[in-house]
């Protein structure tokens, strides 16, 4: 089970940490990503990150440089910190897994590649 939190209103420019607690006892097993869907638009990917490193990270051309996925394995959590926040980065976020496991330096790059998708957590960026 995976289940999002963190979400909330920020004005343009700001930040906000979202969170994805996993359950389970094979969370290290998997890549995780998290994904967005903005009202009336399709799920789209934004980062994702190995199962074994934080530095093996991919991101999405629209948040590359704002937004750091990163990983704790201890704890089974994935991060997403974004900075810099802007009014089209209103969406509901999601964090996910893909099917394969057991893969090093598998970075998943499009919505596709996920399999498990927990709940998300509700972002909105003000003018």
């Known amino acids: 089970q995976l289940q999002a939190s963190g979400g909330g209103t920020v004005q343009a420019g700001g930040s906000l940490r979202l969170s994805c607690a996993a359950s389970?006892?094979?969370?290290?097993?998997?890549?995780m990503g998290w994904l967005r869907q903005a009202p009336g638009m399709e799920r789209e990917f934004v980062a994702s990150v190995s199962r074994n490193s934080n530095t093996n990270t991919y991101y999405s051309d629209s948040v590359k440089g704002r937004f750091t996925i990163s990983r704790d394995n201890p704890t089974k959590t994935v991060y997403l910190q974004m900075n810099d926040l802007k009014p089209e980065d209103t969406a509901v976020y999601y964090c996910a897994a893909p099917l394969n496991r057991n893969v090093f330096f598998y970075t998943p790059t499009k919505t596709s590649d996920f399999y498990f998708w927990g709940q998300g957590t509700l972002v909105t960026v003000s003018y």
């Open positions: 389970g006892r094979t969370f290290s097993d998997y890549a």
